[in-house]
């Protein structure tokens, strides 16, 4: 291992006058990301320009300032900290005691760690090369002109290239590179930006490009940029490795090379992610609003999903029937210069791997697994330790929101609610598609990144991987599990297997409802409604269109969608057109055959027969009250759309299809069952069959469908207000990514006077349960103490 200069040096010392006599002495304790992202450089800066004295030190949780000055100038000093910090810190908490008696400290000094660097302090996640790096990548007289790795302590890789802590060069993947004397007085030089920057390097020292062929092998060519942009614009696909893992890139204006990518990813009509060079270029692509413009611009660069423009010029195949186009903008050097140079309008960028599997992150695994995708290889020598993959949001209502929570904002912790604070370490395993983890400590919970679908050993392995990585980089030792109620739940077996520590089971939609309000910070009870496409409920049937009272602890189920039958059980989830059968059978009955609408006029009469079979005699057709299922019957109905290539397709073309004029909407019952209600949805869809047979189109119908949800979940809630008096809704689930169904349901609750809780920081989807999950179980641990199963 590389051995680097031992910590210790001589104080640093600044020039500020000797305080006078009406100065004031005050302490201050910094918690959150402050280690690894040039704080103390920053506070001795600052403390500098206020004229203050005193010094800055690391401690175990964060950073510890004490300043001595004029009463003013400690104010505009503190200002100053929350509101200038540098771009990767991030600000928890400051905890202030002032008016101690003054020191007279001759000068502000960076002081060494007294309990070494901190373990426990937060780790930063990888963000976008900054402005000035960017100045100097394009400053022809600057030593790191085009380097492809430049980086500052304001920039640049961190959470992927961790192997433990403390966050120090040698246990990163940098670790194989000896800085050069250049580098290394940049290293040590407390005014300069790359003061402990642990990934600092220059062409002289540090990791560089390499192109390989298709079969793996070194490329002689002089340079790999310029080759690799060689090759682009001759529509090859080229794997490039990035920040978090691989990705699989073409020229998207070119439709042969991003037909040839679809193809032989195996990637039916999922949209690919694209990259331009800059807002312009975005502008030039898709409505960009001031919001959407805000997220694409931000630091951690995640993919946008914004509306796309006619005429945008690129590859119809780049998002096939989809009229969203997800964006980045370049975040890494290397994406500077391959667009810049390159002169590309956009580049699909997509994740390095196929379909279903984890992003790649190693160059002989992506020479393997890519094989017979990619036509040559960009690679690098400085490693990913751990695969993180790009970020999505979305724009809704002004708030950027997450769909898929990994690179620029893991590990950033959700801070809960302090009255949590108290509860023992947990780790929530989440769920089975879009899978994160959760680990708890006080009061912040870790989500992990995006994990993916637990369905083959590739993610399994990474799951394992993301667990252990975390509790070792986070310092956890948890002392609950937390897991799914569904046993055959990869997560479920891997806490079972696990073992020695008290296991606590939480339901699907309960933990999508805690995850609201735990990111939220309150504690409930609330009416939580929960809208999905599938989850086991305690009564053993699949649930997904849920209305609970719930909190932390427990929860009561109020209402639910009537139930229908899931002919083929999961699978009916990729085949809308038949749960559009089932629908019909439960509405209609064996009549549904004589319905005149042209789904049933064009059905393939087996597939008929065989659904309708299944369904009338219960054979391998669970019952569901899943709010998704009902989605696909309806786009299914239209003849919008009838088997799903991709997750959430039919509901998502079944909203994009919507004309936003029609007003009108459609009937609905409530029948009481025990001490909950169901909603009867077959008299909606006995409507909409009216309707199509009266040749409404199906934009209007879809409209009148969106209407009725909007409406009926909204008069529920007014209902279990009457009843209980609880007046606070969270709004949780996978089904709340349509934007119509979302916002419509929040505008007409908040119009009701319910206050209306929702998800930003982590994802509406199953990507947000392990919050939920973990909060749940922490809270349920507390109050039950050790009458837990182990
Ligand atoms: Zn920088
Ligand atoms: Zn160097």
């Given at each position: 291992?590389?051995?680097?200069?031992?910590?210790?040096?001589?104080?640093?010392?600044?020039?500020?006058?000797?305080?006078?006599?009406?100065?004031?002495?005050?302490?201050?304790?910094i918690?959150g990301i402050v280690q690894g992202v040039g704080f103390r450089p920053f506070v001795y800066q600052l403390?500098r320009r206020?004229?203050?004295?005193?010094?800055v030190?690391?401690?175990?949780?964060?950073v510890?300032?004490?300043?001595?000055?004029?009463?003013?100038?400690?104010?505009?000093?503190?200002?100053a900290l929350r509101d200038e910090h540098p771009p990767l810190a991030h600000i928890?908490?400051?905890?202030?005691?002032?008016?101690?008696?003054?020191?007279?400290?001759?000068?502000?000094?960076i002081?060494?760690?007294?309990?070494?660097?901190?373990?426990?302090a937060l780790i930063s996640p990888d963000v976008s090369v900054c402005g000035d790096c960017l100045r100097e990548l394009d400053d022809p007289r600057d030593r790191r002109y085009r380097y492809p790795f430049i980086n500052c302590t304001n920039c640049g890789p961190r959470y992927t290239i961790i192997?433990?802590?403390?966050y120090d060069r040698?246990?990163t993947t940098m670790?194989?590179f000896?800085m050069c004397?250049a580098c290394r007085a940049e290293y040590e030089d407390p005014e300069d930006r790359r003061f402990h920057a642990q990934p600092n390097a220059c062409p002289r020292c540090g990791p560089r490009l390499?192109?390989?062929?298709?079969?793996?092998?070194?490329?002689?060519?002089?340079?790999?940029l310029?080759?690799?942009?060689?090759?682009?614009?001759?529509?090859?696909?080229?794997?490039v490795k990035g920040l978090g893992g691989?990705h699989?890139?073409?020229?998207?204006?070119?439709?042969?090379?991003?037909?040839?990518?679809?193809?032989?990813?195996?990637?039916?009509?999922?949209?690919?992610?694209?990259m331009v060079a800059g807002l312009e270029a975005a502008?030039?692509?898709?409505?960009?609003?001031?919001a959407d413009a805000e997220a694409l611009t931000s630091i951690q660069r995640p993919i946008v999903?914004?509306?796309?423009?006619?005429?945008?010029?690129?590859?119809?195949?780049?998002?096939?029937?989809?009229?969203?186009?997800?964006l980045m903008l370049p975040y890494t050097p290397l994406h500077h210069l391959l667009l810049r140079e390159?002169?590309?309008?956009?580049l699909?960028m997509?994740?390095?791997?196929?379909?279903?599997?984890?992003?790649?992150?190693?160059?002989?695994?992506?020479?393997?697994?890519?094989?017979?995708?990619?036509?040559?290889?960009?690679?690098h020598?400085r490693?990913i330790?751990?695969?993180s993959?790009d970020s999505?949001v979305?724009?809704?209502?002004?708030?950027p929101?997450?769909?898929?929570r990994s690179r620029g904002f893991v590990p950033v912790?959700?801070?809960?609610?302090?009255?949590?604070?108290?509860?023992?370490?947990?780790?929530?395993?989440?769920?089975?598609?879009?899978?994160?983890?959760?680990?708890?400590?006080?009061?912040?919970?870790?989500?992990?990144q995006?994990?993916?679908?637990?369905?083959?050993?590739?993610?399994?392995?990474?799951?394992?991987?993301?667990?252990?990585?975390?509790?070792?980089?986070?310092?956890?030792?948890?002392?609950?599990?937390?897991?799914?109620?569904?046993?055959?739940?990869?997560?479920?077996?891997?806490?079972?297997?696990?073992?020695?520590?008290?296991?606590?089971?939480?339901?699907?939609?309960?933990?999508?409802?805690?995850?609201?309000?735990?990111?939220?910070?309150?504690?409930?009870?609330?009416?939580?409604?929960?809208?999905?496409?599938?989850?086991?409920?305690?009564?053993?049937?699949?649930?997904?269109?849920?209305?609970?009272?719930?909190?932390?602890?427990?929860?009561?189920?109020?209402?639910?969608?009537?139930?229908?039958?899931?002919?083929?059980?999961?699978?009916?989830?990729?085949?809308?057109?038949?749960?559009?059968?089932?629908?019909?059978?439960?509405?209609?009955?064996?009549?549904?055959?004589?319905?005149?609408?042209?789904?049933?006029?064009?059905?393939?009469?087996?597939?008929?027969?065989?659904?309708?079979?299944?369904?009338?005699?219960?054979?391998?057709?669970?019952?569901?009250?899943?709010?998704?299922?009902?989605?696909?019957?309806?786009?299914?109905?239209?003849?919008?759309?009838?088997?799903?290539?991709?997750?959430?397709?039919?509901?998502?073309?079944?909203?994009?299809?919507?004309?936003?004029?029609?007003?009108?909407?459609?009937?609905?019952?409530?029948?009481?069952?025990?001490?909950?209600?169901?909603?009867?949805?077959?008299?909606?869809?006995?409507?909409?069959?009216?309707?199509?047979?009266?040749?409404?189109?199906?934009?209007?119908?879809?409209?009148?469908?969106?209407?009725?949800?909007?409406?009926?979940?909204?008069?529920?809630?007014?209902?279990?207000?009457?009843?209980?008096?609880?007046?606070?809704?969270?709004?949780?689930?996978?089904?709340?990514?349509?934007?119509?169904?979302?916002?419509?349901?929040?505008?007409?609750?908040?119009?009701?006077?319910?206050?209306?809780?929702?998800?930003?920081?982590?994802?509406?989807?199953?990507?947000?349960?392990?919050?939920?999950?973990?909060?749940?179980?922490?809270?349920?641990?507390?109050?039950?103490?050790?009458?837990?199963?182990?």
């Amino acid at each position: 291992m590389v051995r680097l200069a031992p910590r210790a040096r001589e104080e640093i010392v600044n020039d500020a006058g000797r305080p006078g006599p009406e100065s004031r002495r005050s302490f201050g304790s910094i918690q959150g990301i402050v280690q690894g992202v040039g704080f103390r450089p920053f506070v001795y800066q600052l403390a500098r320009r206020c004229g203050l004295t005193g010094y800055v030190v690391n401690t175990p949780v964060g950073v510890d300032v004490e300043v001595e000055g004029p009463k003013e100038d400690l104010e505009r000093f503190f200002a100053a900290l929350r509101d200038e910090h540098p771009p990767l810190a991030h600000i928890s908490a400051i905890e202030r005691i002032d008016d101690l008696p003054p020191e007279h400290r001759a000068r502000f000094e960076i002081r060494e760690s007294r309990t070494g660097e901190a373990r426990s302090a937060l780790i930063s996640p990888d963000v976008s090369v900054c402005g000035d790096c960017l100045r100097e990548l394009d400053d022809p007289r600057d030593r790191r002109y085009r380097y492809p790795f430049i980086n500052c302590t304001n920039c640049g890789p961190r959470y992927t290239i961790i192997q433990d802590i403390p966050y120090d060069r040698p246990l990163t993947t940098m670790g194989r590179f000896v800085m050069c004397a250049a580098c290394r007085a940049e290293y040590e030089d407390p005014e300069d930006r790359r003061f402990h920057a642990q990934p600092n390097a220059c062409p002289r020292c540090g990791p560089r490009l390499a192109l390989h062929d298709a079969a793996g092998n070194p490329l002689a060519c002089g340079d790999p940029l310029e080759e690799t942009i060689r090759r682009l614009r001759a529509g090859e696909v080229l794997a490039v490795k990035g920040l978090g893992g691989f990705h699989l890139a073409v020229d998207a204006a070119r439709h042969d090379a991003v037909s040839r990518l679809r193809r032989r990813k195996h990637r039916e009509e999922k949209p690919f992610a694209l990259m331009v060079a800059g807002l312009e270029a975005a502008r030039s692509l898709a409505r960009i609003a001031p919001a959407d413009a805000e997220a694409l611009t931000s630091i951690q660069r995640p993919i946008v999903l914004v509306e796309q423009r006619d005429g945008h010029g690129l590859s119809p195949e780049v998002a096939p029937r989809n009229r969203l186009f997800g964006l980045m903008l370049p975040y890494t050097p290397l994406h500077h210069l391959l667009l810049r140079e390159g002169g590309f309008r956009a580049l699909v960028m997509t994740s390095g791997n196929l379909s279903e599997e984890p992003i790649t992150i190693a160059d002989e695994d992506a020479f393997l697994r890519l094989r017979g995708v990619a036509d040559a290889f960009l690679v690098h020598d400085r490693d990913i330790h751990l695969r993180s993959d790009d970020s999505i949001v979305r724009v809704v209502g002004g708030v950027p929101r997450q769909i898929r929570r990994s690179r620029g904002f893991v590990p950033v912790p959700v801070f809960l609610h302090e009255d949590l604070s108290a509860l023992p370490p947990v780790l929530a395993v989440g769920g089975e598609l879009k899978n994160t983890v959760c680990l708890t400590k006080e009061n912040r919970a870790f989500v992990s990144q995006h994990v993916g679908d637990m369905e083959n050993l590739e993610t399994l392995d990474f799951f394992r991987l993301t667990v252990s990585h975390l509790e070792r980089i986070l310092e956890i030792e948890p002392r609950v599990l937390a897991c799914d109620l569904h046993p055959d739940y990869l997560g479920s077996r891997y806490a079972r297997e696990r073992g020695g520590l008290p296991r606590v089971e939480v339901q699907h939609h309960h933990a999508h409802i805690v995850s609201v309000i735990a990111e939220n910070r309150v504690q409930g009870p609330v009416i939580g409604i929960a809208l999905d496409g599938t989850g086991l409920g305690d009564d053993g049937t699949v649930w997904g269109g849920e209305i609970l009272l719930a909190d932390p602890v427990s929860y009561r189920r109020a209402a639910w969608l009537q139930p229908a039958p899931l002919p083929g059980g999961d699978a009916a989830a990729r085949f809308p057109r038949r749960m559009a059968l089932s629908y019909l059978h439960r509405a209609f009955g064996e009549g549904l055959f004589d319905l005149a609408v042209p789904f049933v006029r064009d059905l393939d009469p087996k597939e008929a027969e065989l659904v309708v079979q299944m369904v009338s005699r219960g054979v391998r057709s669970p019952l569901t009250s899943s709010c998704g299922r009902l989605f696909d019957a309806v786009s299914a109905l239209l003849g919008i759309r009838g088997e799903n290539r991709y997750e959430g397709q039919a509901p998502m073309e079944l909203e994009a299809a919507q004309d936003e004029a029609e007003t009108g909407r459609y009937p609905w019952e409530t029948e009481r069952l025990g001490d909950g209600r169901v909603l009867m949805t077959d008299p909606l869809l006995r409507a909409v069959v009216e309707d199509l047979a009266a040749g409404l189109s199906p934009a209007r119908i879809s409209r009148r469908f969106h209407n009725t949800l909007v409406r009926m979940l909204a008069e529920m809630c007014r209902a279990l207000r009457d009843e209980t008096g609880l007046h606070e809704v969270a709004l949780g689930g996978g089904s709340f990514q349509n934007v119509t169904l979302f916002t419509g349901l929040h505008r007409a609750l908040t119009e009701d006077g319910f206050t209306v809780y929702s998800h930003a920081l982590v994802p509406t989807n199953d990507g947000g349960l392990s919050l939920g999950q973990a909060v749940s179980a922490a809270a349920r641990f507390a109050q039950m103490g050790s009458g837990l199963e182990i």
